[in-house]
């Protein structure tokens, strides 16, 4: 079946570093790709998508590219904000090895202090 | 636009009880697919429904189960308790359901605590 991995953290940073989460997918077709955030107390929110090869989402300063040939859809910001302090999910749909629900992966708790 | 709401927010029950989560999908919206949150296992999709039918259904026991009703609105049931129930349970609606390589967007709910003690 489908699969997502991604670092799972916490991730540790000072406020304005620069930020990477790794994330890598396993799928027997052709998903599409997403990074949600969950704030403390809250559910999850879309932050951003890609729906085919070399697609780049971006959002609120965060980007993420497809890449078929490496499976992966790695998250990245040029200089985070303490506000940016949650857990972010890397995941996929419709790739052909599951359900049509999403896939996720277990989550990278993002911690910026000040 | 109101967004996703579930009801209610937080919720204890013993073991053996059986508990019914309430989700009211985004107005217009036709799917609503439940999840579960654990600290070990993650985010796991349990199922989605479409037009009051269950669509597709992830690997829990038939002790889950679900509903929808004909305004779209969704109800989970989970029986006989067990302390492993624990998590939080996110609902999420969209437009239409999730059909193998044409995803539609899915926005969440808050979620619903469930403490099983």
């Known amino acids: 079946g489908d699969s997502v991995t991604q670092m799972e953290g916490p991730v540790t940073l000072s406020e304005e570093a620069f930020l990477t989460i790794n994330c890598t997918y396993t799928?027997?077709?052709?998903?599409?790709l997403f990074w949600y955030v969950q704030y403390p107390g809250e559910g999850l929110q879309l932050l951003l998508k890609a729906t085919k090869a070399d697609d780049k989402g971006s959002n609120k300063g965060f980007e993420a590219t497809y890449r078929k040939e490496t499976t992966s859809f790695h998250l990245e910001k040029g200089s985070v904000q303490v506000s940016d302090s949650a857990v972010y999910f890397c995941a996929l749909s419709g790739g052909g090895g599951g359900a049509d629900g999403l896939t996720f992966g277990k989550g990278t708790h993002l911690i910026i202090q000040p | 636009k109101a967004g996703v709401t579930q009801t209610p927010r937080y919720l204890i029950k013993t073991r053996g009880q059986q508990v019914t989560l309430s989700c009211s999908p985004i107005?217009?919206?036709?799917?609503v697919s439940w999840y579960q949150q654990t600290p070990g296992q993650g985010l796991q999709f349990l199922f989605e429904?479409?037009?009051?039918?269950?669509?597709n259904k992830g690997n829990f026991p038939g002790r889950f189960s679900g509903r929808q009703f004909s305004n779209s609105r969704s109800e989970m049931n989970v029986s006989t308790l067990e302390l492993g129930d624990s998590a939080l349970y996110l609902c999420?609606?969209?437009?239409?359901?999730?059909?193998?390589?044409?995803?539609?967007?899915?926005?969440f709910g808050p979620g619903t605590r469930l403490t099983v003690l």
């Open positions: 999420a609606s969209s437009m239409l359901p999730g059909q193998g390589l044409f995803y539609n967007e899915q926005f």
């Open positions: 799928a027997t077709g052709y998903p599409s």
């Open positions: 107005s217009g919206h036709r799917s």
């Open positions: 429904y479409f037009s009051e039918t269950q669509r």
